[in-house]
């Protein structure tokens, strides 16, 4: 049973705190990908990273940072955390190749108090 | 205008009724298309594929309008276990490898 898993369903934070939001998955994917999802706005990607050490920006990826050493896992860091980013975090993998099906994890609720 | 749109909702409807949404996307060069089904929640999940010539699984059907820009899902003999928000996903052909999600219409079936 293919497999993402999130390090935490639910975060709170204090503003100005660094949060890191790990993700794993167990399918051996090239693509590894973080939105947010907020209401009404849908999924917004922040970050992707189609291999080891590579990354490339999503379409908001203004105050967010990721990192990609090993190849099952891919972590979102909020280098100061603001009330804005108060969101659903979801984590996703796919295949190489430009747009095989992506499996999501469970989610993160992050909240930003 | 959003690269892609879809009706919120709800759509309310009984067991047993047949339900359409349609998608629209922005970007005339877009070549991969996709229903996604996300239950309250939980995480997306691929319902189906669409391609050009329409595909069917079981209740579900998939159609791509190229010409008028949109995507259509057709879901006939609701089951109460339909009720989920239906998320239309498009590759804009950007040359960037992520997919862009629709914020989804969301199916309410009722007994």
């Known amino acids: 049973d293919v497999k993402v898993t999130q390090s935490s369903r639910y975060l709170v934070k204090r503003t100005g705190e660094k949060v890191f939001l790990e993700c794993v998955q167990d399918m051996d994917h090239e693509n590894m990908f973080w939105y947010r999802q907020d209401p009404g706005l849908g999924l917004r990607l922040i970050y992707f990273s189609y291999d080891v050490k590579m990354k490339e920006k999503g379409d908001i990826p203004e105050g967010y940072s990721v990192s990609r050493e090993k190849k099952e896992r891919f972590s979102l860091i909020l280098e100061s955390a603001s009330t804005n980013q108060t969101s659903m975090y979801l984590c996703a993998s796919s295949r190489s190749g430009t747009y095989n099906e992506q499996f999501f994890g469970p989610g993160t609720r992050l909240t930003v108090l | 205008r959003k690269e892609v749109e879809q009706d919120p909702g709800p759509f309310n409807v009984p067991e047993g009724a047949t339900v359409a949404f349609n998608c629209t996307y922005s970007n005339s060069a877009s070549q991969s298309f996709f229903w996604y089904r996300q239950d309250c929640r939980k995480e997306p999940k691929l319902l189906m594929s669409?391609?050009?010539s329409g595909n069917e699984d079981g209740r579900f059907t998939a159609q791509l309008n190229r010409a008028s820009q949109y995507i259509s899902l057709l879901i006939r003999d609701s089951k109460l276990s339909d009720s989920a928000t239906y998320l239309c996903?498009?590759?804009?052909?950007?040359?960037?490898?992520?997919?862009?999600f629709g914020s989804g219409t969301r199916l309410q079936v009722q007994p």
């Open positions: 996903v498009v590759n804009m052909d950007t040359g960037r490898r992520a997919l862009t």
């Open positions: 669409v391609y050009s």
